[in-house]
């Protein structure tokens, strides 16, 4: 195969794979502060009379 053709698959293969974890951490960050949200409303609806 030619080399540029290589360096470009390489080059969009990386920037996939950069999107993909930068998606990834988004979403992680997204449901774990809905769910310490969650807990702390759950936490402090059950410690009031």
């Not at 974890?21 to 759950?42: F, H, I, K, M, R």
Request: charged share 10%; hydrophobic share 45%.
């Amino acid at each position: 195969m030619n080399d540029s053709l290589d360096r470009w698959i390489q080059r969009v293969t990386l920037a996939a794979l950069l999107a993909l974890t930068a998606t990834l951490l988004t979403v992680g960050v997204a449901l774990y502060s809905s769910n310490s949200e969650a807990g702390t409303a759950a936490t402090s609806s059950a410690t009031q009379p």
